[in-house]
Nanobody, 115 residues
Framework: QVQLVESGGGLVQTGGSLRLSCAAS????????MGWFRQPPGKQREMVAS???????NYADSVKGRFTISRDNAKNTVYLQMNSLTPEDTAVYYC?????????WGQGTQVTVSS
């Protein structure tokens, strides 16, 4: 069974910070590279960060140096610390496995950055 539950979004001013959390079912979390994705209004979904089970990370150029992905394997949770937010970061944020092999998305969490 696949479970992905995102939380932590909200409304923040430009330059502010948010920390997103995603609780995943253990059967998929423990063996998979996990990613954070986002879908801005009217645009396609894109991956912004990923982290392997061993903790190696990768970032999209648009968020490099501002966002930090981490995971707690004991809690089956992946986090996204977002700093120096801009209106261009406004989107619904989702977590999932990097490979997207389960054909399932959670409800996402809305992040809105005001100018």
């Amino acid at each position: 069974q696949v479970q992905l539950v995102e939380s932590g979004g909200g409304l923040v001013q430009t330059g502010g910070s948010l920390r997103l959390s995603c609780a995943a079912s253990r059967n998929i979390f423990i063996i998979n590279t996990m990613g954070w994705f986002r879908q801005p209004p009217g645009k396609q979904r894109e991956m912004v960060a990923s982290i392997t089970p061993g903790g190696s990370t990768n970032y999209a150029d648009s968020v490099k140096g501002r966002f930090t992905i981490s995971r707690d394997n004991a809690k089956n949770t992946v986090y996204l610390q977002m700093n120096s937010l801009t209106p261009e970061d406004t989107a619904v944020y989702y977590c999932n496995t990097k490979r997207l092999q389960y054909g399932y998305w959670g409800q996402g969490t809305q992040v809105t950055v005001s100018s």
